[in-house]
């Protein structure tokens, strides 16, 4: 059987039929192989291309959440062949995230001392919609704190997609633990009860935690700027969440 391949010369790429002195063809990048592959070519490009997929995924979440910092310092400086793009983590991330609200009906994870069935499920979409503002306005914030310091706005982004890829998988581990109580019948002051407590609360400490290394790492701040940085982005970042969450609120309770 003939075919277009049999006109294109042997050191011709045969994706785009450019000239190709290396392994790979500096047009379009595709790797320099014979026409006819055989099938142990066939066999090890794929599992390269797997395993090469899966240390990305793996180096990402690694560094991501066990090297505070490192991941958006490197992305920034231009590594980015090592790591996953941060909007596609974060979209990842969020989905999961959104995912298990739907499925546990446990969106009070947001705010304190209201119980579940005070919310449904469009809070859950309200909150991942407002998210894709949030997200651009946290950096607004962060960059704000840190105006002396030149730099592109999109640096700003992707710490801030960074940081809440990590927000997100905290709070995924909150759905759980909330889920927990109705599943197992956890009863308030037991033993359990003050366990997953504990839990939460050790989750939102290494969550501030890890900001102030965060910080200090990619922005290169001192200790103490680093933590009074913390406090102050996360506080006007509060009073955000809550000016864009607040409408739906007034309207939930105002018909309940």
Request: net charge positive; hydrophobic share 45%; with cysteine.
């Amino acid at each position: 059987m003939s075919s277009h391949l049999d006109t294109i010369p042997d050191n011709h790429c045969l994706n785009c039929n450019e000239p190709v002195s290396g392994n790979y063809c500096s047009n379009c990048g595709q790797k320099f192989q014979p026409t006819k592959l055989p099938l142990r070519i066939y066999l090890e490009d794929t599992v390269e291309t797997l395993f090469n997929v899966d240390n990305r995924v793996f180096k990402t979440l690694k560094d991501l959440f066990l090297k505070p910092g490192k991941i958006t310092k490197e992305y920034i400086s231009g590594h980015r062949a090592t790591y996953l793009p941060p909007l596609r983590i974060y979209i990842s991330i969020s989905i999961l995230y959104f995912f298990l609200v739907i499925i546990t009906e446990s969106t009070q994870v947001f705010l304190v001392n209201l119980s579940s069935d005070q919310f449904d499920s469009s809070f859950g979409k309200l909150i991942q919609t407002s998210m894709f503002v949030l997200v651009p306005l946290f950096a607004l914030i962060t960059r704000w704190f840190h105006k002396k310091r030149k730099g592109y706005y999109v640096e700003y982004l992707i710490f801030s997609l960074h940081i809440h890829s990590v927000w997100f998988v905290l709070l995924s581990f909150s759905i759980i633990t909330t889920w927990a109580y109705s599943f197992f019948g956890i009863q308030e002051g037991s033993f359990f009860d003050y366990l997953v407590s504990g839990i939460q609360i050790l989750e939102r400490s290494l969550f501030m935690i890890y900001f102030i290394i965060y910080l200090k790492k990619v922005f290169e701040n001192s200790w103490w700027k680093s933590i009074l940085k913390t406090f102050g982005i996360l506080f006007f970042y509060l009073i955000t969440l809550l000016a864009v969450i607040s409408p739906y609120l007034y309207i939930m309770y105002k018909d309940s």
